[in-house]
């Protein structure tokens, strides 16, 4: 049976439970840990960790993260695609980094003092096609399922899997490989004009590079790229943030050759074209300047343009934002409700189209709560529907669905940061307010969903 992404995660874990952890991995380290485990036993050298709040987050770099060649699929002729299962079907070398890496993440997750909550895990297409896995889990379902507290069926239920277009990941390639082609030594002109549309002048050079012309640079020095930030600018460009950091032993090297002292930081921003196959660099920006001291100073830029503030909003190919369990939770629970739905055969036809999504909301002069939108369309409306819509008897029936779901996953979790839970029926003026307790009444069984909506005492 071919493995898929879906099943990946809960086979990893089972694998934890049968062969337990060993080894502690001091808080301090954690981040450390995972790139040594991934590193020294099963030769994963690229990855990136980051700690948002309770949140840990790898990044890994991934040559072709399926077997279908989309350049080629869409340049064909006949414009037929094949099926969905066969066109999203997993590179095997990709499987195995992902299954590594989750590895390594629970491993260290199951043996550290760090009070980490959620994991996720990005794995990205660079080379080709940008697109990305994204895998989002909460640290104490791992410990659950290591002890049979829940299911491997119910754990894979919990794990939130993405497929996305990482945009900056394409937008940054070009800059990317301009510095792989220089292996972390010094450019010169000619490893450098590939990149760019036009020639570039040997002045632009140095002001890009701050090297001495009259001196030859030295192998030993390396040049690092920060975080790379980028931007749509207009149709087919994009403007590109590079950071990049010069380290260098002055002892080592010829006197005089580097403009700036070792472990110097400068910044460029870079106007990519995107208009044919290879994209290439049409401007470059320097952020910085030496001035006739021979010290580094910030270009000044007009007030306007408010950089500095803005990059804060340019997209990154390795973001990572904290995650909060009712947002979770939230979106756990749509993923669930629509999977349920989809595979109920009265649902199926009865309604000709549902759509719903549920969000937590944390208000500040309201208490938290969580909130259903739905918008529903029966195949053969009712000539005498009841007012509301909620009280229809399809509708009901779905709503009984959606509402067990809720409250059997969210009482699975322990979670009791809400009072209610707001039902946006598009169709009905008025929101239904579903509380805490009728719906833990309906639960037990004590009261049904109609007696709730209309306020009728439990039984």
């Given at each position: ?423 946006n029926l598009v169709s009905d003026p008025v929101p239904h307010v579903l509380g805490r307790d009728d719906l833990e009444l309906f639960r037990r069984n004590k009261i049904d969903l109609q007696g709730i909506l209309t306020g009728i005492a439990p039984f």
């Amino acid at each position: 049976m071919k493995r898929n992404f879906q099943e990946l995660a809960s086979l990893v874990f089972l694998g934890l439970i049968l062969f337990g952890c060993t080894g502690t991995y001091p808080a301090d380290r954690v981040k450390e840990s995972i790139s040594e485990i991934c590193r020294k036993e099963y030769g994963i050298e690229k990855i990136d960790v980051k700690i948002s709040g309770a949140t840990i987050g790898v990044f890994l770099p991934i040559k072709k993260l399926f077997v279908a060649d989309f350049k080629e699929i869409l340049a064909k002729k006949d414009g037929k695609l094949a099926d969905m299962e066969n066109l999203f079907q997993p590179a095997p070398e990709a499987l195995d980094q992902v299954e590594d890496v989750l590895f390594s993440i629970s491993r260290v997750l199951l043996s550290t003092d760090l009070k980490l909550q959620f994991y996720v895990l990005q794995a990205t297409d660079v080379e080709k096609t940008g697109l990305q896995l994204v895998l989002s889990g909460y640290v104490e379902d791992i410990k659950r399922v290591r002890l049979w507290d829940i299911s491997r069926d119910e754990y894979r239920k919990r794990i939130l899997h993405d497929l996305r277009l990482n945009r900056a990941v394409i937008w940054q390639r070009p800059i990317q490989s301009l510095f792989q082609a220089l292996g972390g030594k010094a450019p010169s002109l000619e490893t450098v004009q590939p990149y760019f549309a036009q020639p570039i002048s040997p002045e632009m050079f140095q002001t890009l590079f701050f090297l001495n012309p009259q001196v030859p640079g030295n192998k030993l020095a390396r040049w690092h790229l920060g975080e790379l930030r980028s931007a749509p600018l207009e149709q087919n460009r994009v403007m590109v943030y590079v950071p990049v950091i010069l380290d260098y032993d002055p002892q080592t090297v010829a006197p005089g050759a580097f403009r700036i002292p070792p472990g110097t930081a400068f910044e460029s921003i870079y106007i990519l074209s995107f208009d044919k196959e290879i994209p290439k660099i049409i401007r470059a920006i320097p952020l910085s300047y030496l001035d006739t001291a021979g010290q580094l100073q910030k270009v000044p830029i007009p007030a306007d343009l408010n950089i500095e503030n803005d990059l804060a909003t340019w997209e990154t190919e390795f973001p990572l934002a904290e995650i909060h369990l009712g947002d979770f939770l939230a979106e756990q629970l749509m993923r669930r409700t629509q999977n349920l739905l989809f595979a109920d055969e009265r649902v199926q036809n009865t309604f000709e189209n549902i759509q719903l999504a549920f969000r937590y909301q944390k208000e500040q002069k309201l208490k938290n709560y969580f909130s259903l939108d739905l918008d529903v369309k029966l195949k053969t409306p009712t000539p005498f529907a009841p007012t509301p819509t909620a009280l229809q008897e399809d509708v009901l029936y779905l709503l009984n669905m959606v509402s067990r779901e809720f409250v059997e996953v969210l009482r699975s979790y322990k979670f009791s940061d809400y009072e209610f839970l707001r039902l946006n029926l598009v169709s009905d003026p008025v929101p239904h307010v579903l509380g805490r307790d009728d719906l833990e009444l309906f639960r037990r069984n004590k009261i049904d969903l109609q007696g709730i909506l209309t306020g009728i005492a439990p039984f």
